[in-house]
């Protein structure tokens, strides 16, 4: 029942992250990913990053590892996809540089 808890606990976290994480991005360039994405991504990475840290480090620590590869998984994998997009456009027109 804990694990259950513990999960659903992380979901909702996860997900208020990532909403969190795309309301405060400056710009629009930044918010093209979209708001309902960036909460489905939280809500993904944050019981994966909850059981991973749980294994390694225990329940204790578990909740904080979350709040940080969230918060950290919600910014940097959108620009990730976009470098790759950008990689892909260039190497389909030709240009590389």
Same mark, same amino acid.
């Given at each position: 029942?804990?694990?259950?808890?513990?999960?659903?606990?992380?979901? @909702? /976290? #996860? *997900? =208020? %992250?990532?909403?969190?994480?795309?309301?405060?991005?400056?710009?629009?360039?930044? $918010?093209? +990913?979209?708001?309902?994405?960036?909460? @489905? /991504? #939280? *809500? =993904? %990475?944050?019981?994966?990053?909850?059981?991973?840290?749980?294994?390694?480090?225990? $329940?204790? +620590?578990?909740?904080?590892?979350?709040?940080? /590869?969230?918060?950290?998984?919600?910014?940097?994998?959108?620009?990730?996809?976009?470098?790759?997009?950008?990689?892909?456009?260039?190497?389909?027109?030709?240009?590389?540089?």
């Amino acid at each position: 029942m804990i694990e259950l808890s513990l999960t659903l606990g992380w979901l @909702l /976290l #996860g *997900a =208020l %992250l990532g909403l969190l994480t795309w309301l405060a991005q400056p710009g629009q360039r930044h $918010r093209d +990913f979209g708001w309902w994405r960036m909460t @489905l /991504l #939280g *809500a =993904l %990475l944050a019981p994966i990053s909850g059981w991973g840290a749980s294994l390694l480090l225990g $329940r204790f +620590f578990a909740t904080g590892v979350v709040l940080w /590869l969230t918060i950290a998984g919600c910014l940097l994998l959108p620009r990730l996809v976009r470098m790759q997009g950008r990689q892909g456009a260039q190497a389909g027109t030709g240009q590389h540089g």
